[in-house]
């Protein structure tokens, strides 16, 4: 028999938060031991920790059975009142390990400091400045970097904001990109003007530059990592009914493999309108040059940097909530990728509030991915069009939680597509229960069995404490 790879699967590590990459700007351990020296004679200080341990066993024809039970530990830090009021330290960060095969994650483990800095809020003009590791997110800037941060209110409605700082790099790469990619990307800065519109809302306009450096061969082909990119963003809600948000990116650096594409790397907006008391009505419209867009991102969650074409997206949902313990959602939406083909999914969903704590539901989804494109002319293509139908229940009584959660997908081309091992469906089904044991104490777990193409069965055991405590100060209580 062959042994299967020894790896979690990327749906269970989303599912519970998991996975991460080495980091090419790691904050050194003596940093996070000087931040927790400074944290201790803190005014307030809130610890929380979740750690979630899964067992999980896979049963694959062709592979030798495996079985697997990682363990990943989540730990935040917040301690405000740092000798001032004004002075506050955050962290947070997760480390994880299989305690039955260390091997299977990374060696003997692996782990990520998400964020940690200090940060002191100024007491005139909504004034702020950080430093450490953070996640900056204003108009063109949505990056992980280690620097500084500063914003603050200006007169006339408008406002400021700036950063500065080394893109923490994940090595999700092969060897020469990932080399060209800790070159090229040396430094991180940007900036962003708002504007706000009484009674309206507020726009703004911003700036971002993610690396200076050349590449580290002359060649035409090699993929420019560097990114410059200027966006304008707007939300607007100018009366109670009616509220848009999005935002227009232009990329302003050297194309990446794309030929001859817009500047344009992405329009993404979306609208609200409330018709009556029981109706609403959403629409989503999403479109992104993808090379031009994801360029030298430092984000692990988004699409290879060197992917080329055009996403677009198109969605609306409609809510009705007649009163009473009903509420139907009815939604559509298309995407077209366009190195890859186009889809559809439209359907809805039925929603129930019964008395003494129960939820519950149902839906039925059709998605017809109609159009598919041979990327490789040596493998056929076909299509995933398929049905999803899904039913789950929640109920709370005082400090119980339990919930269930049903989904079945039903494909239209099993009989001769062999991705599919020619299966026609595929079925998952997780049951949780929680207690909140006392104020900082919850305890809770799930159990999944799912039966796939690819797993022919799939069983999964995951239990979750979380704890957090608080102290207030010095010497308090």
């Not at 280690?146 to 006339?156: E, M, N, P, V, Y």
Request: charged share 15%; net charge positive.
């Amino acid at each position: 028999m062959r042994t299967r790879p020894k790896v979690l699967s990327a749906k269970a590590l989303k599912r519970h938060g998991g996975g991460g990459f080495s980091m090419k700007h790691p904050i050194p351990l003596v940093l996070l031991g000087t931040l927790f020296t400074v944290a201790a004679p803190a005014a307030d200080l809130n610890v929380t920790t979740t750690t979630i341990a899964q067992q999980w066993k896979q049963d694959t024809p062709g592979f030798d059975k495996a079985n697997f039970l990682p363990a990943t530990e989540f730990l935040g830090v917040d301690a405000t009142g740092l000798g001032s009021q004004n002075l506050s330290l955050h962290l947070f960060g997760w480390g994880t390990r299989d305690l039955q095969d260390p091997s299977s994650v990374e060696g003997k483990g692996t782990g990520n400091l998400t964020y940690g800095y200090l940060q002191y809020n100024f007491d005139q003009a909504n004034a702020a400045i950080r430093a450490g590791r953070f996640i900056i997110t204003q108009g063109a800037g949505n990056e992980q970097l280690d620097g500084i941060s500063a914003r603050t209110d200006l007169r006339g409605g408008f406002n400021i904001s700036a950063f500065t700082g080394a893109p923490v790099a994940y090595k999700n790469l092969s060897a020469n990109p990932q080399a060209e990619i800790g070159n090229q990307q040396n430094m991180m800065f940007g900036t962003r003007l708002g504007l706000r519109l009484p009674r309206t809302g507020e726009i703004g306009v911003s700036y971002l530059q993610d690396g200076s450096n050349t590449s580290i061969e002359a060649s035409a082909t090699t993929p420019n990592y560097t990114r410059k990119q200027m966006g304008a963003d707007l939300h607007l809600a100018p009366c109670t009914w009616f509220d848009v948000t999005g935002r227009t990116l232009w990329n302003l650096a050297q194309y990446v493999n794309l030929g001859v594409p817009s500047r344009v790397a992405e329009d993404d907006y979306s609208l609200n309108l409330k018709l009556s008391e029981t109706v609403k009505v959403s629409g989503q419209f999403v479109e992104r040059n993808l090379a031009s867009y994801f360029a030298g991102s430092t984000l692990p969650n988004l699409f290879n940097a060197s992917a080329a074409g055009v996403f677009k997206a198109t969605g609306g949902s409609l809510t009705w909530t007649p009163g009473g313990p009903v509420q139907l959602v009815v939604d559509a939406r298309r995407t077209a990728r366009e190195n890859y083909g186009d889809s559809t999914r439209c359907g809805a969903d039925l929603r129930f509030t019964f008395s003494g704590g129960l939820l519950a539901g149902g839906g039925f989804h059709r998605v017809n991915a109609f159009r598919v494109v041979q990327v490789d002319p040596a493998n056929q293509s076909y299509s995933l069009s398929h049905d999803e139908a899904r039913v789950w229940a929640m109920w709370t009584k005082g400090a119980w939680v339990a919930s269930l959660d049903a989904i079945r997908f039903m494909y239209a081309d099993a009989a001769v597509n062999p991705d599919l091992n020619f299966k026609s469906s595929e079925t998952e089904v997780v049951g949780g229960l929680g207690c909140q044991l006392s104020a900082g104490l919850k305890v809770s777990g799930d159990l999944t069995y799912e039966t796939t193409p690819i797993y022919t069965k799939q069983v999964m055991g995951l239990l979750r404490v979380e704890y957090r405590f608080g102290l207030t100060g010095l010497g308090g209580k």
